[in-house]
């Protein structure tokens, strides 16, 4: 409930000079406009205390002055990632001692909180542009342009892993803000690699690689599990293909291959794992698998494929049709990743 307006001291004194002369509460408020709850609340603090001035509130006052509120909240602004000893390092230099605690609290107040900052790719300035060029070319593709996609890639699923976090202050809505999120590269516990692929009509075929990926590799992959799944999915005549920019990708032989399975290949930009559904898809993967009873890695596949199988078709339908929403966020975060 939004804090109502205080009355002045002048009204207040108004209303206990009309209780005087014999006015009700419900007169009196008639005649200054205001509830009769309000008149009868002023009424009973005069007889109780013969007066209409605000009575001293309870509680101990702020450790932290409001200009010390702003010299914190200016530096977390600047620098999400200062640590509360900061923080009191920096109010103890300026001659106020408080506690960690009180920093958390007051900082709350403010709207800030401390939250786990999000992992995201190391986006360049070339990787941000292309990203952009690609969300205002495609904007206004039609949606049947993206039923028409198979989208594709490979993900790693941990049988134990531990991620680290680190912590940042930030608003509410703020957790994608460049300031706020944790850079990271691809790199390579016991864990499965895996390649799928899916289009708007359900999952495609699912592998798991069981060693060291490269190009020849992938190109048999491809080979194997590609059009079965186009096949399966039944895609329309002149049918996409999407894969990201990983060297085995875009080496000289795969694209060579690729031309000559006369394959359609989206232009894709780099750094944009927020621009492929099938991240998503993945991560509704790894929530099921991880609510499974898993005892080793043998295990761990068989789960894989049993959950990939069955993944529902309205959700890769619902991952498609929203598209347009993925390129209308990457132009308002001005290239930068977002919340997909």
Wanted: proline share 5%; glycine share 6%; hydrophobic share 35%.
């Amino acid at each position: 409930m939004a804090k109502t307006k205080e009355l002045s001291k002048d009204t207040r004194n108004k209303i206990v000079d009309l209780h005087q002369v014999g006015k009700t509460e419900s007169a009196i408020g008639k005649q200054l406009g205001l509830k009769k709850s309000t008149v009868g609340a002023i009424i009973r603090k005069w007889k109780t205390y013969k007066t209409t001035d605000n009575l001293p509130r309870s509680g101990a006052p702020r450790k932290i002055s409001p200009r010390g509120v702003k010299m914190i909240t200016r530096t977390v602004s600047k620098n999400p990632r200062t640590t509360r000893g900061d923080l009191v390092n920096d109010l103890q230099r300026a001659g106020t001692k408080v506690t960690k605690p009180t920093i958390s609290n007051t900082l709350r107040r403010q709207g800030l909180k401390s939250c786990s900052a999000r992992r995201v790719p190391l986006l360049k300035p070339v990787h941000v542009q292309a990203r952009l060029k690609f969300a205002r070319e495609h904007l206004d593709d039609p949606d049947e342009d993206w039923e028409n996609v198979i989208w594709s890639d490979e993900t790693k699923i941990e049988l134990f892993g531990k991620n680290s976090t680190r912590r940042v202050w930030r608003t509410k809505n703020a957790e994608l803000h460049p300031k706020n999120t944790i850079p990271t590269v691809k790199h390579g516990g016991e864990n499965i690699m895996l390649w799928g692929c899916f289009s708007a009509k359900g999952p495609g075929r699912l592998i798991r690689v069981k060693e060291r990926m490269n190009g020849a590799m992938y190109r048999e992959i491809l080979s194997e599990n590609l059009l079965p799944s186009a096949r399966a999915l039944k895609m329309k005549r002149g049918w996409v293909f999407q894969h990201d920019n990983d060297p085995k990708h875009t080496a000289r032989a795969t694209k060579k291959w690729l031309r000559k399975k006369h394959f359609k290949v989206l232009e894709w930009p780099s750094q944009s794992p927020d621009l492929n559904p099938i991240e998503n898809l993945w991560r509704e993967l790894k929530v099921r698998v991880a609510q499974r009873q898993l005892q080793n890695i043998t295990a761990l596949e068989e789960i894989c494929m049993e959950e990939w199988a069955k993944l529902p078709a309205t959700v890769c339908e619902n991952l498609v049709k929203t598209y347009r929403k993925r390129l209308t966020s990457v132009i308002a975060n001005k290239g930068y990743i977002t919340k997909y």
